[in-house]
Every structure is written in C-alpha cells, then in structure tokens.
DNA sequence: CTCTGTGAAACACTTCACAGCG
DNA sequence: CGCTGTGAAGTGTTTCACAGAG
C-alpha cells in the first residue's frame, strides 16, 4: 500500500483545489469526482494512500481531508520558490497572483542581464544568477522554476542541481535530461500545441 | 496496432524536437532515445505506430521520419491559435518567439477590456471576445490558449466549445471540466508546483 | 441504508529479448 | 552484422463490485 503512484500524486493536488469549490463540513467521493471530473473508484482509491480518512456511511471531513492531502504533499509552512529569467515570461509569473495564497513564496528572481539585475517586477527582487546557488544553499528557495530561453535551459538546470535543488519546473522550450536526483516537470508550449493539434485531426 | 496510446503522442511530440538537435541523413532508436530520455525500445514501439518507417540494420532516414512524425501530429500546413485573455501571461505568451517556427500562428488575443481591445501586443492584434466566436467559425484558428483569470475561465471554456473549438491549452488556475468533445489539456501552476512539493519531500 | 476501503479483474503502457531484414 | 519491429512478459493504473462500518 506505500508508495504512491505518480498518477495520483497529480490527482491529489486537483483534488486540493476542487475542495475549495465545495460546500459543507464532510464531502463525499461522489462530489470531489464529480468537480474534478474523474470516477468516484478512483478518488476512494487515491484518498486510500492516505490512510483511512473517511467515516463510512458519511463520507470525508472537507478540513481534515484538506490537511491530510497538504501534508502528503509536503506543504507544511511555506514552500519558496526561485524563478530563474526575468524576461517575459518570467515577469508574467512573477505577477502570477496565485502563489501565496497555495502556500508558496517566491523569493527572488534571477538574471544576468545587467540592466534588470537590481530592479524589482511585482514587488520581487531581480537577483544575479551567480547569487543563486548561495541563495538555494541558504534555504531561501526549495523550487526553482526556469523561465529562460531554451539555449539557457540547461545550464541553468545544471547549477540548480549543484546548488542541491530537487525540484524544477521547465518552461523553457528545451528537452531537459536531468540527473535522476532530480525531478523536474516540463512544460513545454510547442510540445502541447502538438499533442492538441493531434486530437484535433482525430476528433473529425 | 490502430489508435496511438495518449503516452505515444505525447513522446511523439518530444521526438519531433529532439530530431532538431541530432546530426545526419539517418538515425537510430537509440540516438533519438538518448536525446529525449526515454529507452530504446520506447522509442521503436512508439515509431511503429506510424507504420515502418525505419530501415532493419540502419536506422530512420531523418527527414522522413520528421514528415511522418508532422503527419501523425496533423501538423500540415499553419495551424492557428488564438490567446484568450490579453492579461500578463496572455502577452508574455504572445511574445513567445517558437510559435512560428513550429508551424503555428497565433491569429488574435482576445479580451473584454476596452483599453486593451483595439490595441496590439508584439505585433498581434487584441479583439473583443465578442468577435472570437466568429473567427472561430471561419477558420481563423483551431486551438485556443485560454490565459484568463480563474472565474471567467469556464465561462470562455463553454463559448469556445459553442464556437466549434475542440482543442484548448488551459493556464488559467481552474479545474475544468471539458465536454467530451473537446480535449483541454491543463497547466496550473499550483498544481504543478504541488507536485514538484511532494517529490522534493520524498527524495530526503 | 449509505458510503468507504479494497481484493480481484481489467486495462494501459513499458520493457525484454530476439527473429529477421538489409 | 546492426538495428528495426514486435510477440510475450512485466509493471503500473483504473475500474468493478462488494464486504463491512457507522
């Protein structure tokens, strides 16, 4: 029963934010499937690799479940978080509202460019990337999530790795290959756009 | 052997990238499988899906293989995409430089404030979503980005569907519940970021 | 009687291992 | 020989269906 499936793991997170759309003291596996849009089985099962959470006959308490879901996932205290490029895109995310209130801080964003290091975007500090290692080291930031371009990537990939970071979320349009001590998550536009513009040409 | 696994298209997608960055006439499973990261055999299995494409005791011609690959994709000719929301993240999107390159084009952004609509964001027009249903009908694009606030994501969500859309990337930070018409493929952030929290727990 | 938790079956996807083609 | 294409085995994930708790 231990070792949670990466599927479910995603799941969770939904779940997290589905909860935030439901009303009453307890919620039932019916209700969270039906806001997250999978099959009730399959939320029992997942709810399951938390240990026995609900009361049968009733269902789960949306608080208690709540917490149990935020404490699998590690999101106890405040996750800080690093955004590496401060172009566009790394702006737009600096401006992302979303953040704190899921919990997470971000705590700087880095650069090299010379001109943006020192400013400030949405109230964050533009650091130099070379101060970044010493800032991950100090446990100022735990995430980090890379906004640059593609010919940056993984360079950059690979000083988070030296500076001990784990955990990195890609959006630059690069295939990363990380080390296995890493676990990072790409998104990649060009990638989706492709994937979406299959199951438009199989949809007719 | 008919209908290509959901996990094949995506790698399919990937290869497609990868092709970019390896030399020669031919290649072989095993160079494409050490550029994205999978295994060999992954990458043959899911190759197979496009009928015999390589050549036993060679390899895969590589531009054959990159047509072949574009054909399975539906990406013939330009496929166009429409931004909705000309917020932060709807204009850091429409600065992105790869959507050209990799054979779409982005139509319009499109809003309901009116001292954004009319104006332009990197060379792109920003129309009232009003007129979005009827671009849609008369094939000015086929994918739409949906880059708007949480609340008014459904709302956009349901007038794209009415307008005949079957394929929408989702950043804004809401969980949808698509019709089965359409495919939407999610990227929420926090979702994303809480993933990333649970695997950076376990990996100490 | 309702709704959870879970064996067991079904399904989906990946990897192995090798026959066979060029 | 080298490398593809693919049965067969293995692994991971979802769904069914129901026992059992409240």
Sequence with gaps: MRAIPRATVARLAQYLQGLDQLEGRTISSQ???AVVGV????VRRDL???GHQGVRGVGYDAEHLRRAIMRELGLVGTVGVAIVGAGNLGQALAGYG???ERGF??????DIDHSKVGGRVSG??????DTMAADARSGRFAIAIIATPAEAASEVLARLNEA???????FAPAVLRPPTSMEVRNVDLS?????LSFYRKHSR
Tied chains: 1, 2.
Excluded at 39 to 42: H, L
Excluded at 105 to 110: A, E, G, I, P, R
Excluded at 124 to 129: A, F, G, M, N, Y
């Design 164 to 170: 001990g970071i784990r955990s990195v979320l890609n």
């Design 39 to 42: 099959g009730a089985a399959q």
């Design 105 to 110: 801080t971000v705590f700087s964003l880095y």
């Design 31 to 33: 209700s969270i499937a």
């Design 48 to 50: 399951s690799y938390l």
């Design 191 to 195: 990638t989706e756009l492709q994937i």
């Design 124 to 129: 964050l500090p533009i650091r130099h990337l």
């Design 98 to 100: 979303g953040f704190q």
